[in-house]
């Protein structure tokens, strides 16, 4: 959503002025994470450039929603998955994202669960993925910061560096900044793995 409208910058500048936006954006970013298919980042690149100095704060609340909704999202690949688990991915049309990431997974486990953290596909995926199959959770939440930390407080770096700018190049370069961020972390991860593997 571009700020282009008289209706929409005052929507922001009562949200951004509110004394319960931290709680809004929280809650919008555990949304995101688990149902919500539009990108937090339409609403908290116009709120970081809107306040620069608390843009590393609004980066840890929505980091923070996304750790809470993925921790759910755990638990309902874990304990639930005959039931709501079969249920979320079929609503969420998911299936062949599911499919597709459980070979990936069973290969590679936390460099599986880094990449799709910064690749623009379904993190609900690996959740689920990840919950079914037992992996440790405190590997899960710990690649969950890392990928998640890259991407909100990469845009509090930028939009301090940029400022408003940050959102026409989030517009116009988001997807293919993605691929290539998923693709550095994913080789660079690769290869830390086959480091250790001949050091071990």
């Known amino acids: 959503m571009a700020l282009h409208s008289r209706r929409a910058k005052r929507w922001f500048d009562r949200i951004s002025n509110s004394r319960h936006m931290l709680w809004f954006l929280g809650t919008l970013s555990f949304l995101e994470t688990i149902i919500i298919p539009v990108p937090i980042e339409v609403i908290l690149i116009p709120?970081?450039?809107?306040?620069?100095?608390?843009?590393?704060?609004?980066?840890?609340?929505v980091l923070s929603g996304c750790l809470l909704a993925s921790l759910l999202g755990y638990g309902i690949g874990m304990v639930l998955f005959q039931s709501v688990g079969n249920w979320f991915i079929d609503t969420m049309n998911m299936q062949d994202s599911y499919d597709s990431f459980?070979?990936?997974?069973?290969?590679?486990?936390?460099?599986?669960?880094?990449?799709?953290?910064?690749?623009?596909?379904?993190?609900?995926?690996?959740?689920?993925?990840?919950?079914?199959?037992?992996?440790?959770?405190y590997l899960f939440v710990?690649?969950?910061?890392?990928?998640?930390?890259?991407?909100?407080?990469?845009?509090?770096?930028?939009?301090?560096?940029?400022?408003?700018?940050?959102?026409?190049?989030?517009?116009?370069?988001?997807?293919?900044?993605?691929?290539?961020?998923?693709?550095?972390?994913?080789?660079?991860?690769?290869?830390?793995?086959?480091?250790?593997?001949?050091?071990?």
């Open 102 to 137: 459980q070979t990936f997974f069973e290969n590679y486990g936390f460099i599986a669960i880094l990449t799709l953290g910064i690749l623009p596909i379904p993190f609900q995926v690996a959740m689920v993925t990840a919950g079914l199959s037992g992996y440790p959770i």
């Open 47 to 61: 709120l970081m450039a809107a306040d620069k100095a608390r843009s590393w704060i609004l980066a840890s609340v």
């Open 142 to 200: 710990l690649a969950t910061l890392i990928s998640r930390g890259i991407r909100y407080f990469g845009l509090a770096w930028l939009v301090n560096h940029f400022g408003s700018r940050v959102e026409d190049m989030w517009q116009r370069h988001a997807l293919r900044t993605s691929l290539i961020g998923g693709a550095i972390v994913l080789v660079f991860s690769l290869a830390m793995q086959a480091l250790a593997g001949m050091v071990m």
